[in-house]
């Protein structure tokens, strides 16, 4: 694949010594201040550097969610995530973007959009790059500061993903949009009740909301909810394909014919 070197490092910053980043050579990307950086052939920049906590989605993982996601199970969520998201020639940035799913719903909604997929597993990014020509990747740390410059997206995609609420806002534009997406405490509630999935807080989008109030202003609050049947395949994928998976990789899937898909979509605008 090509990669638009320009476009990629239109996005980012060093994460040395925050300069922004452009394109030195074929390959590419430095700062004023000397740091290079390598772009993989594959159409993305690793920037996560040492030192990082956190685990990515495993290649079993993500065959997971793309059997669900690119099967239409979550459709209705992406409708609702694209109506949310900022009009023609938006820039998108999709915080724990893995396969690029919801991006890319949202970008197809938004004349000459593009987007950034932002996760901490390399090969969740360049799934995610590879679907679409819109999209730019970037390997990075959600828990730590941002690689990207500051007031460059219009929207910021936070999926069932990590929330580093300061960043996001230093990262959004004045009067940008968050869009995030939490499960209701039914979410799928017959899973969980055969004890194959992990539980879910009472009320997680309080819980964003309040947290989000020194810097955003809640501007919609929208819940999605459907009955969604099941094959044996598809109960399997659910429950691989989240933080279940690494917590009850032992449990059989559970012998149940539907599932309730209890979402809530939030639109925080950036104070």
Known sequence: MTVDL????????????AAD?????????????????????RGFVSLLGGGTKHLGD???????????????????????????????????????????????????????AVGLAMDLSPQAVARAVRA?????????????????????????LDVFAPRNLPEFHRVLR???SLVVVVPRPDHLGSLRAAGTMLDIPSDKAEDVTTAAAPLYALHTRETVEYDLPLTDALRAALAGMGPSARHAAAAAPAHVDATRVAVDVLRLTRR
């Not at 320009?6 to 010594?17: D, Q």
């Not at 239409?72 to 724990?96: E, F, K, M, Q, W």
Request: charged residues 20%.
């Open 6 to 17: 320009p476009r990629l490092a239109s996005w980012l910053r060093c994460p040395v010594c």
């Open 21 to 41: 980043l452009e394109p030195v050579d074929r390959l590419t990307l430095g700062c004023a201040n000397g740091h290079r950086h390598d772009v993989n052939k």
């Open 58 to 112: 495993t290649a079993e993982m993500l065959e997971a969610r793309e059997l669900v996601l690119e099967g239409g199970a979550y459709s209705p969520i992406a409708d609702a995530v694209a109506a949310a998201t900022a009009g023609p020639g938006a820039r998108v940035l999709d915080a724990g973007a893995g396969t690029g799913y919801y991006l890319r719903a949202a970008l197809a909604a938004s004349p000459d």
């Open 132 to 156: 679409s020509e819109s999209v730019d990747g970037l390997v990075a740390d959600t828990w730590r500061p941002l690689p990207v410059r500051s007031e460059i997206a219009d929207t910021v």
């Open 174 to 176: 004045p009067g940008g």
